[in-house]
């Protein structure tokens, strides 16, 4: 009796395994037949990132990537809902299919590339230190202990860890303030609180010229490489990689790309 229990015991444990299997078998299989049943595709964004994806005084979701998503699934069928994530987690809800695609500002690096399939690049980046012209950052130098802004999970903060030597050797081993929004971090420089903010230069271009003191801030080069905005997936979307690529390309011949980008960025 008892060894019939325990074979019972044995057997549903198999049964347990196989079925976890089973789940994280269906976890990697391309989700494109599933977006288009249910006709719609989730979108983690953050959404204080100017002018990516931002929201307006009245709450209205909108910038460059919400115009440019919402133009690739035109006519497709597919409804597109954004979300808002924690920057922080977003290849986390990826993973956990809580989210589609994450669109918004994000940048290809090799190390994401490990983890996330990228789209073809749309826009091309640079990352900035932003200060006041009254306690202002000219040279790296200038931060040598002093406290610098960065947003967690931010392509600035990537690059910090993937090339630390530049806190160590410019910044004196001072620690980044982390900031879960770029607006957090410029209410912190205005009170003096920091000496800059290292910033993608899409958001400082857009944040300084929408302030009212806009004239009262400055901007360098950071001492690192461009980036290029892509879409990010889970590896195994394929179909859907092919999809925005290929509408990507479409709205490059005809073009509405260019129409999307002159209203963001006249320059």
């Known amino acids: 009796m008892m060894r019939l229990k325990r074979l ?26 599933t977006i288009e049943r249910r006709q719609k595709v989730v979108i983690g964004i953050d959404d204080s990132f100017v002018p990516m994806t931002y929201r307006e005084k009245n709450g209205q979701l909108t910038g460059f990537d ?7 699934f035109k006519g497709s069928g597919i409804q597109v809902d954004f979300q808002s994530i924690d920057w922080d987690m ?37 990352q900035m230190i932003v200060s006041m012209k009254q306690n202002p950052v000219n040279r790296l130098a200038d931060l040598k202990g002093q406290n610098l802004g960065v947003q967690t999970g931010s392509s600035g903060m990537a690059q910090l860890d ?7 050797q410019k910044i004196a081993n001072q620690t980044p303030i982390l900031y879960d929004t770029y607006n957090n971090a410029f209410i912190d420089l205005q009170a003096k609180r920091i000496k800059g903010i290292l910033i993608d230069q899409v958001y400082a271009n857009f944040e300084i010229k929408a302030r009212a003191n806009g004239q009262d801030f400055q901007v360098i080069e950071s001492p690192f490489a461009a980036e290029k905005f892509a879409v990010g997936m889970r590896p195994e979307d394929q179909k859907l990689r092919r999809f925005i690529n290929r509408r990507y390309q479409v709205l490059k011949q005809n073009g509405q790309l260019a129409k999307i980008q002159a209203k963001w960025f006249k320059e």
């Open 66 to 72: 919400v115009e440019l998503a919402k133009a690739i």
């Open 90 to 126: 977003k290849e986390t809800e990826l993973n956990n299919q809580t989210i589609d695609l994450i669109w918004s500002g994000y940048s290809k690096t090799e190390e994401r590339a490990k983890r996330v399939a990228f789209s073809q690049p749309y826009l091309t980046n640079h």
């Open 162 to 168: 993937r090339r630390p030597a530049v806190l160590k």
């Open 8 to 33: 019972a015991t044995a057997g549903l444990l198999l049964g347990l395994l196989v079925s976890l299997a089973g789940c994280h078998s269906r976890q990697k299989t391309d989700s494109w037949a």
